[in-house]
Nanobody, 128 residues
Framework: QVQLVESGGGLVQAGGSLRLSCTVSGTVSGKIASIYDIGWYRQTPGKGRESVASISATSSMEYADSVKGRFTISRDNARKTAYLQMNSLKPEDTAVYYC??????????????????WGQGRQVTVSS
């Protein structure tokens, strides 16, 4: 059908930068019609998933207080891709980061389907 593929992340020292990307991709059995809100979340062991940043279809952005001024979310609608630029990283930013996108797509029967997609998660590790 359709899927969300993440890339980026990795290991960096405190104060460094990383970028995450997520791309919405369709297949022959699922053609993307529209991409609405896109969000980035993170999760650490023993904790629930927390929202980090989100961007609407009109590029209105929201951030968690803990990342304001350091993280920037953006989107390239032509590429069906969203980005999370993470600067001035801190050890407490260490987590698995997940992308989420709300989409409409056409299924194999040419019916429009609304779906919330999640990426597979990318590890971000910030060493002190």
């Amino acid at each position: 059908q359709v899927q969300l593929v993440e890339s980026g992340g990795g290991l960096v020292q405190a104060g460094g930068s990383l970028r995450l990307s997520c791309t919405v991709s369709g297949t022959v059995s699922g053609k993307i019609a529209s991409i609405y809100d896109i969000g980035w979340y993170r999760q650490t062991p023993g904790k629930g998933r927390e929202s980090v940043a989100s961007i609407s279809a009109t590029s209105s952005m929201e951030y968690a207080d803990s990342v304001k001024g350091r993280f920037t979310i953006s989107r390239d609608n032509a590429r069906k891709t969203a980005y999370l630029q993470m600067n001035s990283l801190k050890p407490e930013d260490t987590a698995v980061y997940y992308c989420r996108a709300d989409v409409n797509y056409y299924n194999v029967a040419a019916e429009m389907v609304a779906a919330r997609l999640w990426g597979q998660g990318r590890q971000v590790t910030v060493s002190s």
